[in-house]
């Protein structure tokens, strides 16, 4: 009888995508489109540097900066949030995502006082290509953002009503991701049309 | 949870430098470093995002490659128009 034991190397496997994973092929054909949109912004920029540079002068940087912090603390609230789910803290996961939306809101509302400036001075998307490139970029990327929220929002109502577990909160991680990607667009917008010069 | 690099110091890491690069944009710093040190930190912030707040950490490299292979396209191609329009 043979007495000798073998043991089984442990192949460790990658860890799954958190969420959906269709969400994942969504969220990557975003970024694609804000790269183009991205490089497109830096190569006319080549071509018309000093009206660039003249135009980016009139821009609300404080608006700029603020809206950036509360994308970074909405992303944060929602890492929270999942972290609060997992171990069951339903009320806390709800109070997380709540806060969330507020600093969204908080981001819609700015951004629009900051296109109300705009408009107001008659500036629009034939104003000049700086201009078409910064509105068009900024609603793009505003859309997003409401977009985002109505997820986070039908996900914060399905939490309060008892519809995620620290075992099933499958729904939760999908509605982060896209809201991360939301975030991560705006850390590369906010220096690229705001700063740099 | 590590003491110094957990996601409310990431959090607050980032606030920081976002504070940081409002700064350099106040000041009206501008010129080859401080656009690669804006890129950086809008680098280093994305990738805090990507590893961390999407939890893409130990997923498969091929998701790894194409999330920071986009960052990486973007910001090269930042940097490269950035030095042809000088």
């Known amino acids: 009888m043979d007495t000798t ?18 969400i994942w092929f969504f969220i990557f054909a975003e970024l694609l489109v804000f790269a183009i949109a991205f490089i497109s912004y830096s190569v006319m920029r080549i071509q018309n540097v000093e009206m660039f540079n003249q135009y980016q002068l009139t821009l609300n940087r404080e608006l700029g900066a603020a809206n950036t912090l509360l994308l970074i603390t909405a992303s944060y609230f929602v890492v929270r949030a999942i972290h609060a789910i997992r171990i069951d803290d339903v009320k806390s996961c709800v109070r997380w995502l709540y806060l969330s939306l507020g600093c969204g809101s908080g981001f819609l509302l700015l951004k629009s006082l900051e296109y109300y400036e705009k408009f107001s001075h008659g500036i629009n998307l034939s104003t000049n290509t700086f201009y078409m490139f910064y509105l068009s970029l900024t609603m793009f990327h505003f859309l997003h953002v409401i977009l985002g929220m109505i997820i986070l929002l039908a996900i914060a109502i399905k939490a309060q009503r008892g519809g995620y577990t620290a075992q099933d909160h499958i729904g939760i991680e999908t509605g982060a991701s896209y809201w991360h990607m939301v975030d991560l667009v705006w850390i590369i917008l906010f220096p690229l049309v705001y700063i740099i010069r | 949870m590590n003491k110094l690099y957990n996601i409310h110091t990431l959090w607050l890491g980032m606030l920081l430098l976002t504070l940081t690069t409002y700064a350099i944009g106040k000041l009206g710093y501008s010129g080859v470093v401080v656009v690669s040190f804006l890129l950086i930190t809008a680098a280093a912030k994305a990738v805090f995002i990507i590893r961390d707040f999407m939890e893409l950490r130990g997923v498969s490299l091929l998701w790894r490659v194409m999330m920071y292979g986009w960052l990486l396209i973007v910001v090269a191609g930042i940097a490269i128009t950035y030095l042809l329009s000088l």
Do not use: C, K
């Open chain 1, 5 to 22: 034991t073998t043991t089984q190397p442990t192949v460790e496997l990658p860890r799954l995508l958190p969420g959906d994973f269709a």
